[in-house]
């Protein structure tokens, strides 16, 4: 099945700024998700984006997708230390009902 | 709601041991996912039911693994025997209807 790769791997920030995190696909998507994982913890969803949508927000959170580029990013504004963790998309192609397949993530480190 | 509950939350044990991973869903969520994180292969789904039927294990990797879920409120992820490369932590997660799966803490494996 398909994955999700992150690009990159590991990003590290000072307080305040923007952090950008991007994602690629391979196939046709039903939609495209965005999770967060604080070390030690389960993984939290954060925002869905659906493969007719080109931008969703949520607080700080800004998603894009093209799927011409088969690609999202995932854009922190003005972080915070609290945003420190590992950030993964999860890609539901069009041919399964609920199954997810994750990428690698991103490590993102937000220094204060 | 008390969202995913999975126990135990850590288990060591000796190569050849049986294991027991528990799960409970959130109320009224008719899927179930168990995955499998590592650090090289990242987060592998195992497999996943709708209403507590199996709909694809194809991610299970061998027979020493088993999944059961005999309701609505309940799942088992068994290991038997258990070896030290199945040393991993291993998620639940539920969803309803909509695309957002809901994970639990996870139990942390140690197969020494």
């Known amino acids: 099945s398909q994955q999700g790769e992150e690009d990159p791997q590991a990003l590290s920030i000072q307080e305040g700024e923007n952090a950008t995190m991007n994602c690629s696909y391979k196939t046709s998507i039903n939609n495209l998700q965005w999770y967060r994982q604080n070390s030690g913890r389960g993984l939290v969803h954060l925002i869905l984006i659906r493969s007719n949508e080109r931008e969703k927000h949520s607080g700080r959170l800004r998603v894009t997708l093209d799927t011409s580029k088969k690609s999202s990013s995932l854009l922190i504004t003005a972080s915070r230390a609290a945003d420190t963790a590992s950030y993964f998309c999860a890609i539901q192609d069009s041919g399964s009902a609920r199954q997810l397949t994750f990428g690698s993530g991103t490590q993102l480190t937000v220094l204060p | 709601d008390a969202g995913v509950i999975q126990s135990p939350r850590h288990e060591v044990t000796e190569m050849g041991q049986e294991v027991t991973l528990r799960c409970k869903p959130i109320?009224?969520?008719?899927?179930l996912f168990w995955y499998r994180q590592t650090m090289m292969r990242g987060l592998e789904l195992l497999i996943y039911?709708?209403?507590?039927?199996?709909?694809?294990d194809s991610g299970m990797p061998e027979d020493r693994f088993s999944a059961k879920m005999p309701n609505a409120s309940f799942s088992t992820l068994k290991i038997q025997p258990s070896e030290p490369r199945d040393s991993a932590v291993y998620f639940c997660?539920?969803?309803?209807?909509?695309?957002?799966?809901?994970f639990g803490p996870g139990t942390r494996l140690l197969v020494l």
């Open positions: 039911f709708n209403n507590n039927v199996p709909i694809d």
């Open positions: 109320s009224g969520h008719d899927y």
């Open positions: 997660a539920s969803s309803f209807l909509e695309e957002t799966q809901y």
